[in-house]
């Protein structure tokens, strides 16, 4: 990894990965600072997401995941989370519209 090129990164796609990916596997993430869309649909395995380091994400992907808590990003207009959340702090997210927060286990 290097913090010069890592910090460049705006899109990463983890979806339909395999691998069981916790939240200390993903620690890494909250180093991308430019990185403004997160697709982790059908990770099972992860339960518990911080992105409130991510301060230009703007899309949150993760329907069909284990997630059950997720700590938002400032910037967030899109989270598509999975229906097994059961904590979500929605507070000072100016650019988040009910429209835009989907819950869907599909």
Do not use: F, H, W
């Amino acid at each position: 990894y290097s913090s010069t090129l890592g910090s460049a990164i705006k899109k990463i796609n983890l979806s339909g990965n395999n691998t069981a990916m916790t939240s200390e596997t993903l620690d890494g993430l909250n180093s991308l600072i430019q990185l403004s869309e997160l697709d982790l649909q059908g990770l099972r395995s992860l339960t518990t997401l911080d992105i409130s380091n991510l301060i230009n994400l703007k899309t949150l992907k993760a329907k069909t995941s284990g997630l059950t808590s997720v700590a938002p990003g400032c910037l967030i207009e899109r989270l598509e989370l999975p229906t097994t959340i059961e904590v979500l702090s929605l507070t000072d997210l100016p650019l988040l519209t009910i429209n835009n927060l989907i819950i869907d286990g599909n």
